[in-house]
């Protein structure tokens, strides 16, 4: 169990009032046992639950999943069996109906270290996969490709993206297709262990006349983000210093396109950064931002510390640049 999580939920459960709560939920699960999963199915739906009382934790799984969840998720739990035929109703509170994200935002210093792991090896991962594509691929094979290194890690890509040249200008969230990877293409993970989201995106050019200047140009927008993420600033002040470097670099339309990110953790986008979003930044919350262009996108997931920003997702085989004080991602050539 994650004792900094349960404690937050019962010092919550107490001011609500609640003698009893059901967590079910894949992020609410994986956040209060440190690292656990109560899914079959990639994310939902869900194989099991928690009962939480302020005296104890119990787990209530079917048959088929109980002894492999207390083998390998939940050691220690005492467990309620019930039939895989017929799957009961929580009785009582639970997270179906009440929204735990402000209580996972901060992230205890376990998290924080199994947070770090994960970024490294998932930029990795994508970077190596990047690395050793071929022009001459189809979408669907760097999309193979990045799934083999991340899973080879034991993270899963829950969202997975591939746009190669032809696609790269026209679309913003690209499914991989069969369609040829071609003279620029990019690759973007949503990737998740323990419970935690690695965010990340990286591209790759064979000579492709627009890739530099279309990423410098983006990296200017990331840095405005980047300066204005401190400790006390709203999400929706951010947001504006972001919609101004788009005006400045002459793409003001561009911030209508695409969102731009928010604060990460326990889903890939824990809270969606909007105009006006009053969610303040804390020490201890995990970022990714992703301001992107036709042809162009940057993303790494970064950690608000004490002293700054740390970047969780660095790459140190992948070419950087300064921009604005912090080492940033080119477009890999060649």
Not at 213 to 224: M, R, T
Request: with cysteine; glycine share 8%.
């Amino acid at each position: 169990m994650n004792p900094f999580a349960l404690a937050r939920l019962r010092a919550w459960m107490e001011n609500q009032g609640f003698e009893r709560f059901f967590v079910q939920q894949p992020e609410n699960f994986s956040w209060l046992t440190g690292g656990g999963d109560n899914t079959v199915v990639a994310f939902r739906p869900v194989a099991a639950w928690l009962e939480v009382t302020p005296e104890t934790v119990r787990l209530h799984a079917s048959k088929i999943e109980a002894g492999r969840l207390l083998d390998e998720e939940t050691p220690g739990l005492e467990v309620l069996r019930y039939p895989w035929y017929s799957p009961p109703t929580p009785q009582g509170q639970s997270d179906l109906e009440h929204d735990l994200t402000t209580l996972r935002l901060v992230l205890s210093p376990a998290e924080q270290e199994r947070y770090r792991a994960l970024g490294r090896e998932a930029a990795m991962a994508l970077g190596e996969s990047l690395r050793f594509a071929d022009p001459g691929w189809s979408e669907y094979d760097l999309a193979g490709a990045i799934s083999e290194e991340l899973l080879s890690k034991g993270i899963q890509p829950l969202v997975l993206l591939v746009a190669g040249e032809e696609r790269l200008f026209r679309y913003r969230h690209p499914i991989p297709t069969r369609r040829p990877l071609g003279r620029l293409f990019m690759g973007v993970i949503c990737g998740r262990r323990h419970g935690l989201f690695a965010n990340v995106s990286r591209l790759r050019s064979f000579g492709h006349l627009e890739a530099r200047s279309l990423n410098e140009q983006i990296c200017q927008v990331e840095a405005a983000a980047l300066e204005a993420s401190q400790p006390g600033a709203t999400l929706g002040e951010v947001l504006e210093q972001i919609r101004s470097a788009y005006q400045r670099i002459g793409r003001a339309e561009e911030f209508e396109n695409h969102h731009q990110g928010g604060l990460t953790g326990y889903r890939s986008r824990e809270v969606l950064a909007r105009p006006g979003n009053p969610t303040k930044l804390e020490v201890g919350m995990a970022l990714a931002w992703n301001p992107s262009l036709p042809g162009a996108k940057v993303e790494d997931t970064f950690l608000i510390t004490e002293h700054g920003l740390e970047n969780l997702t660095q790459d140190p085989q992948w070419p950087m640049m300064q921009v604005a004080g912090r080492l940033r991602p080119m477009v890999l050539e060649g």
